[in-house]
């Protein structure tokens, strides 16, 4: 497969991403400035301030003199590492293999996937775009070369898609800093009257040598693929990964499970020297026709048992479609939490929602039903029934307020439903109900419990609760709402007891 490269050069870099987090900014002229050598020099210009006459490298005072209104903001180092690799990794959906070209671009090398965008073209034009749309003033290049590539991104007008094996033709024309050389050879190349790189590639290499030293040769043949150019990835941080590599292909159930029983004991060993368990794992499987399937699993409780989550993991073993073979596995445990290690005795006392035994039936059953199919539920500091309660994140999560002392139906409905009453005293409870066209009568009723609302949050009518018994033995939570010589007073059905 021919390579194909392409560059990112962001004009404005740092003023850009500094106008993302501060949007005033946007249209205003302004720099990044630091003191060099007892001078305050702009580091970098926006594009509002670079059309006004103020630029890189020139003093504050004097670029102040051009623009009045000139804002200038203290640089901060290493700034542009971080951004870049920040916009790096949002890349990484393109291609795999993404580098920083520091001090304002992107690397990429994309053989192999342009075609998922429908050709070069698209490729570029999408990965533009999206920075743009995003805030930043980008240009880009696709070449067979890393030098080629920077070289049109930068210093080119048109024609960003140079054609497999024309890198010549494409530096030909440019100007000997699209190389990449020392500010020493460029001084030296400007003095003996090189405007082009043209005439560089018609020289003999040793002329160039003893003329220039090494630099500009190896440049050169960077530029035109002779010499390869190496690419450090950018990497996105998942501390606990471990691969297994196939020496055959594998299609089976049975090597998928071996497989997954590898990576766990691998994977566990790290995390129980951490004093950690896994909440999320991912298992992602390469195959040899180039595409990945995944399988992942989550637990309600921080477990390194490799029975368990192999258990977990085999649940899901049938989602996973083999095809021809697949040749690499990676287990990632995206998700971890601390756990606190005890000693284990025979015959202990129950340990209640901390007890491991109930984390890993749960997570069995979650793995058959869902996830979804099993809540726990927490108090909250609300007055509001249907907001005094909350989903708990974990098994082990400990309430921040106690539970109301009077009772509650075991069932309380999402959204009160209207109901039809009739009271002999109007604030007294009602003697029946009529609900979904169903006829109650009441016969023993308790209450009432006025709950109002939280005057922070909104405001409106009180709401009077009574707990009654209709003639059948069943039990419901109903409430009037306003007061019950209001003439606007509803009735609503909120809940049902055991």
């Given at each position: 497969m021919q390579k194909r490269f392409m560059a990112i050069w962001f004009r404005h870099l740092l003023t850009d991403g500094l106008a993302r987090r501060r949007p005033?900014?946007?249209d205003l002229p302004f720099v990044l400035a630091a003191p060099v050598k007892n001078r305050i020099v702009i580091t970098a210009a926006s594009a509002a301030a670079e059309r006004e006459g103020a630029f890189?490298?020139?003093?504050?005072?004097?670029?102040?003199a051009a623009v009045p209104e000139l804002l200038a903001i203290d640089d901060v180092p290493g700034q542009a590492a971080k951004l870049l690799r920040l916009i790096g990794l949002g890349c990484i959906r393109y291609t795999p293999i993404v580098a920083l070209n520091l001090p304002d671009g992107l690397m990429l090398d994309i053989?192999?996937?342009t075609h998922l965008w429908g050709g070069e073209r698209e490729y570029l034009k999408e990965i533009v775009l999206k920075l743009r749309a995003a805030g930043f003033d980008a240009r880009a290049a696709i070449a067979d070369t890393p030098g080629t590539a920077w070289a049109v991104a930068r210093f080119a007008q048109k024609r960003p898609i140079i054609a497999s094996g024309a890198q010549a033709i494409a530096i030909a024309g440019l100007p000997p800093a699209a190389l990449r050389l020392e500010p020493d050879i460029l001084d030296k190349l400007q003095k003996l009257g090189f405007r082009n790189i043209g005439p560089l590639l018609d020289i003999a290499p040793q002329s160039l040598r003893r003329r220039f030293g090494t630099g500009l040769l190896l440049r050169i043949d960077q530029a035109l693929g002779r010499v390869e150019e190496y690419l450090e990835a950018l990497v996105p941080l998942v501390p606990y990964t471990e691969r297994l590599p196939s020496l055959e292909p594998i299609r089976t159930v049975p090597g998928i499970e071996i497989a997954i029983e590898k990576l766990l004991e691998m994977l566990c060993l790290r995390l129980q020297a951490d004093g950690l368990g896994v909440r999320k794992a991912v298992l992602k499987c390469h195959r040899i026709d180039g595409r990945k399937v995944q399988v992942g699993i989550t637990t309600t409780k921080g477990s390194h048992s490799v029975s368990h989550l192999l258990r977990l993991f085999k649940l899901q073993i049938d989602k996973i479609e083999p095809a021809l073979g697949i040749e690499l596995f990676v287990m990632e445990a995206s998700r971890t939490e601390e756990m606190?290690?005890?000693q284990e005795q025979l015959w202990a006392e129950s340990k209640g929602l901390g007890d491991t035994s109930l984390a890993e039936l749960l997570d069995r059953i979650a793995g058959k039903v869902g996830a979804a199919a099993i809540q726990r539920f927490l108090p909250a500091e609300h007055h509001w029934p249907e907001r005094s309660i909350k989903l708990a994140g974990s098994l082990t999560e400990q309430p921040q307020t106690a539970w109301p002392e009077l009772p509650r139906p075991m069932r309380l409905l999402n959204e009160p439903e209207s109901i039809e009453v009739m009271a002999l005293v109007p604030d007294h409870p009602p003697k029946l109900f009529v609900h979904k066209g169903k006829r109650?009568?009441?016969?023993?009723?308790?209450?009432?419990?006025r709950i109002g609302r939280e005057w922070w949050q909104d405001s409106g009518q009180h709401r009077d609760y009574y707990v009654v018994e209709d003639s059948e033995g069943c039990r419901y939570w109903v409430f009037r709402s306003g007061h019950y010589d209001g003439g606007d007073a509803q009735w609503y059905l909120h809940g049902y007891f055991a």
């Open positions: 005033e900014l946007k890189v490298n020139m003093a504050v005072a004097d670029a102040r053989s192999g996937c606190d290690v005890v109650h009568t009441i016969a023993k009723a308790d209450g009432p419990e």
